[in-house]
């Protein structure tokens, strides 16, 4: 076969190649064939060394028209080609942007924890510091060294989960200032919020597990006077100015002198309603200066120093905030009740 032929055959063979070719793949791979390095019409100039010199001009004439000819169709193809796979590319890849999406739910807080980040707010602003304890507690920490020995009439009022004889489920967040007291040289401010227990009914009103925030400040010449100041810098904080406190008379072993603390009832702002059973008032804090025995049992010098403690319901402010009626809602997880609080 002379060359021409040859030129001749391997063009008609790209042609009918050519025909077949459906994506740049495969045009590629016949581009390489034809005029790659090692391809069809470069092993033909190879043989051009064999011609004798004089027919060299002509034939590599005819070899160079091959080759421009092969890489204009494959050209031409290969642009087509590019048009075609762009256009169903972007048929395949359109966005339908009125398809109805899944509504994404975010979580959020309970509202026990809304109330508490609230409350924290107001006493981390006046210095106090948030000191987290066990649930289960040594009868030590939660009674004994509260001024409460085994025996006494008072721990009856708090109707404890045993779990060993001297080992319980805590009945409010004091054992956590008794374990302060212990660790820490006065002064010291801390609030301590958590979960408590008690064997109480389940209802409307009560709870076996409820929350608590109790606080404790111990210095020098801490008096009465800063527990009613604290108090109702805090009342009037955490919900507006025209909020006042009213002491009472009351007793804790914990605390001498005690009181129970009321705040102007959120509801009415003091006219009477149903919230407050028409008093004005709601109570929401016990409250006291810290017995000198207590600060004695947990090595502070009662001569030196001094201090108040004071500890509120959670719950029951988290309810009066959000005007729940049921604190059984509070605890039973119901995602209708829940969601409501975002
Ligand atoms: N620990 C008390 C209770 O749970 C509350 C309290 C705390 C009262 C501090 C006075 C002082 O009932």
Redesign the pocket.
């Known amino acids: 076969m002379n060359i021409q032929e040859n030129i001749d055959h391997l063009l008609e063979h790209l042609q009918a190649d050519l025909c077949e070719v459906v994506d740049s793949q495969t045009l590629e791979a016949l581009r390489l064939r034809v005029l790659g390095r090692k391809g069809e019409i470069t092993t033909l100039m190879r043989v051009l060394g064999q011609v004798p010199p004089e027919e060299r001009p002509a034939i590599g004439q005819l070899i160079n028209d091959a080759r421009e000819k092969a890489a204009g169709w494959l050209d031409t193809l290969a642009m087509r080609i590019a048009v075609h796979e762009r256009t169903e590319a972007l048929a395949r890849e359109t966005i339908d942007v009125t398809q109805p999406m899944w509504e994404r739910r975010l979580g959020n807080l309970h509202p026990i924890n809304l109330a508490l980040d609230e409350i924290l707010d107001v006493f981390t602003g006046m210095g106090f510091e948030a000191v987290e304890g066990p649930e289960v507690e040594l009868d030590l920490y939660n009674f004994e060294l509260?001024n409460l020995p085994k025996n006494h009439p008072s721990r009856d009022a708090?109707d404890t989960f045993y779990i060993e004889e001297n080992i319980v489920l805590r009945?409010?967040?004091?054992p956590v200032?008794a374990r302060t007291m212990l660790e820490r040289k006065p002064p010291i401010r801390i609030v301590c919020p958590g979960r408590?227990y008690r064997a109480d009914e389940f209802d409307a009103t009560h709870s076996p597990v409820f929350h608590?925030l109790?606080?404790?400040m111990i210095d020098e010449d801490v008096t009465m006077g800063d527990l009613k100041g604290t108090l109702d810098a805090f009342a009037k904080r955490l919900y507006d100015p025209d909020i006042a406190t009213r002491f009472r008379p009351s007793f804790?072993p914990?605390?001498e002198p005690?009181a129970e603390v009321d705040l102007t009832c959120v509801s009415c702002r003091g006219q009477g309603c149903r919230v407050c059973k028409g008093t004005g008032w709601i109570e929401v804090?016990?409250?006291?200066m810290v017995n000198p025995k207590v600060l004695e049992l947990c090595g502070i010098d009662s001569q030196k120093y001094s201090g108040f403690?004071?500890?509120?319901g959670l719950d029951r402010i988290a309810l009066l905030r959000y005007g729940v009626q049921d604190l059984r809602l509070m605890f039973e997880g119901d995602m209708r009740f829940l969601r409501q609080f975002r």
């Open positions: 509260l708090q009945t409010h967040t004091s200032q408590v608590q109790e606080g404790l804790f914990f605390t005690s804090l016990g409250a006291g403690a004071f500890g509120m």
